[in-house]
């Protein structure tokens, strides 16, 4: 990995490419996920764009997913800013086809149940079930404390759990 | 312990934490329950989410190929209006432009390139105290002639190139005058003026002098000056009619001509009238003289020697007048005016430090007027560009809009 990234740094069209392939489908999830799928390819392309000028100047702070996933929260954020849309839009993220109930959690009531999530509890909630990111990388991601991401889970899923158990009952 | 079970699920305690979590678990089945449901959670959030397709993987991987240009913004129709308010406010702005620097700033621009280039000064041609002189007597003569004689034969003022022969002067006599005064040899006056760009004026001073001694005349009057770009002197000279235009040659030769012009009035009509008067005042004189010879009462005679007296000022008036103009037909009059310009090979010893704050204030300051005065031709040119700034936002918008 790190060799492939080293190789992209020096220039190597040919390793820039192969790391845009391996993260590309990463990136534009992430992207679909803020900005909605119709805008999510232009953004998606933007951000490798973005890193194909300033591949140089990652410096392994931080692995180089997340570098690249804070490069893609910038490009969603500054659209979503543009559109004039609020940030991370349920629809854009939690959509069943069809109505599901699982282990007596039924669809309609979780979604309900994560509408009414703050902001801060909702991207964390995003960034783990969803993108699959560690505490440490929303750490980094996000700028806080590791302690922070694990107390937001926690009481993200504790009105989650309030919620959904109201609503059983 | 409720705080850790969502890190403990998630695997994200460490091993002292998880043990005490599993122990709690074993412990309490409440514990277990909760447990239960945020996994329950967790797998719906996930079966729930967006499908999503991935897109544009082809498109991306050959906008990497494309060198991106930096410079896109350069096509934006907002650089375009923007380049073009540009170059209109510096055309405004530019000496080249209708609207140009003002004569003030354009002088000020001078100076600054003549502080820089101070070394080599370089003097343009200036009306001299001599020119203004010899102008402003011209005009005077212009005026006088008309005023006393009231016969204006005509003058001619003309560059060196047109000087020529006695003809070229002008000089039309009235169609009766001639035949006023059969046989009478012409009476005219000639004036000269010419201004001279001489090597050394103390040389060509003295030169003039003997010219006017050698043609039968004087000097009548003549001066001096000096400035810090010149030297002047100025001469009226009085020579010979007949050899004004051998006297007006030999001056050109003394130097470089600046301006020459001349002059001449025909007055042997009105030196013939004057005669014709005086005749006719002495046959009068004669008559009174006869009459007094015959008077006899005290009264008469009186009377007799003051009708006398009368006319003999009259006869005496008009022989001066006659007398003076006869002399200044046979004495011309030219009026020399002689530059000797100074050469100033070296501008005032300066430190090099001194040139060069000079040249950096003097920099400084151009360049701030120039800025101000561009940045003020795009404030006053608002009118054009804003409009189709304007126009340009909100198109752009629409179209994202859509």
Redesign the interface.
């Known amino acids: 990995m790190n060799s492939l990234t080293d190789k992209a740094q020096s220039g190597d069209?040919e390793a820039?490419?192969k790391l845009?392939?391996e993260h590309?489908?990463q990136v534009?999830?992430f992207c679909?996920?803020r900005v909605g799928?119709q805008a999510?390819?232009?953004v998606?392309?933007e951000v490798?764009?973005t890193m194909?000028?300033s591949i140089k100047r990652y410096e392994n702070r931080s692995s180089f997913s997340t570098w690249l996933l804070g490069i893609a929260q910038n490009h969603c954020r500054n659209h979503s800013r543009k559109q004039k849309k609020s940030w991370l839009q349920l629809?854009?993220?939690?959509?069943?086809?069809q109505p599901?109930e699982?282990?007596?959690?039924a669809?309609v009531v979780?979604?309900e149940a994560?509408g009414k999530l703050s902001d801060d509890h909702r991207e964390v909630?995003v960034l783990?079930?969803?993108d699959g990111m560690?505490?440490t990388e929303i750490a980094s991601l996000l700028s806080i404390p590791e302690g922070t991401v694990?107390?937001r889970?926690?009481h993200a899923?504790?009105s989650?759990?309030t919620h959904?158990?109201g609503g059983i009952a | 312990m409720?705080?850790m079970?969502?890190?403990y699920l998630?695997n994200?305690l460490n091993a002292e934490d998880r043990a005490a979590v599993e122990k709690a678990l074993a412990e309490n089945p409440e514990l277990q329950t909760?447990l239960?449901?945020?996994q329950?959670?967790?797998?719906?959030?996930?079966?729930?989410?967006?499908?999503?397709?991935?897109?544009?993987?082809e498109?991306?991987?050959s906008?990497?190929?494309k060198k991106?240009n930096r410079f896109a913004w350069v096509r934006s129709p907002y650089a375009l209006v923007a380049a073009m308010t540009c170059v209109i406010a510096f055309f405004m702005t530019s000496p080249f432009g209708s609207g140009g620097m003002v004569a003030e700033e354009a002088a000020d621009m001078a100076n600054t390139a003549s502080v820089a280039e101070s070394a080599k000064m370089e003097y343009a041609p200036s009306e001299s105290p001599a020119d203004a002189e010899a102008k402003s007597r011209v005009s005077r003569e212009a005026e006088i002639p008309q005023a006393s004689a009231g016969v204006d034969i005509g003058s001619d003022s003309k560059d060196k190139s047109l000087f020529g022969q006695e003809e070229a002067y002008g000089i039309k006599p009235p169609p009766d005058s001639a035949s006023l005064v059969p046989g009478n040899p012409r009476l005219i006056i000639k004036n000269g003026n010419i201004q001279l760009l001489v090597k050394n004026l103390e040389s060509s001073y003295k030169a003039v002098e003997d010219l006017a001694k050698a043609n039968g005349g004087f000097v009548e009057s003549g001066d001096r000056s000096k400035t810090t770009q010149s030297k002047y002197g100025s001469l009226s000279i009085r020579v010979d009619s007949k050899k004004f235009d051998q006297t007006m040659q030999s001056l050109r030769l003394l130097g470089d001509v600046q301006s020459e012009s001349n002059s001449g009035e025909d007055v042997t009509a009105v030196v013939a009238n004057a005669e014709a008067r005086l005749k006719q005042m002495r046959l009068e004189e004669k008559q009174y003289q006869e009459v007094l010879k015959q008077a006899k009462k005290v009264s008469d005679i009186l009377e007799v020697k003051r009708y006398i007296s009368e006319i003999r000022q009259q006869i005496e008036g008009t022989e001066a007048q006659i007398k003076a103009m006869r002399g200044m037909a046979t004495l011309s009059t030219i009026y020399v005016g002689l530059e000797e310009r100074l050469k100033i090979t070296s501008a005032p010893r300066r430190d090099w430090l001194s040139n060069s704050w000079i040249r950096a204030i003097n920099r400084f300051t151009g360049i701030t007027r120039t800025l101000v005065s561009f940045a003020l031709n795009i404030v006053i040119l608002a009118p054009f560009w804003l409009p189709v700034v304007i126009g340009l936002w909100i198109w752009r918008r629409r179209a994202t809009k859509k």
Do not use: M
């Open positions: 069209p820039l490419r845009v392939c590309y489908s534009f999830k679909a996920r799928s999510a390819a232009d998606t392309q490798f764009l194909q000028q629809q854009n993220w939690f959509a069943p086809s599901f699982h282990k007596a959690i669809s979780l979604q994560l909630v783990h079930e969803l560690t505490y694990k107390s889970l926690h899923f504790q989650l759990r959904v158990n | 409720n705080e079970l969502k890190a998630d994200e909760e239960d449901q945020l329950a959670l967790s797998e719906a959030i996930e079966k729930g989410s967006t499908q999503i397709q991935i897109t544009g993987l498109a991306t991987l906008a990497l190929g991106r």
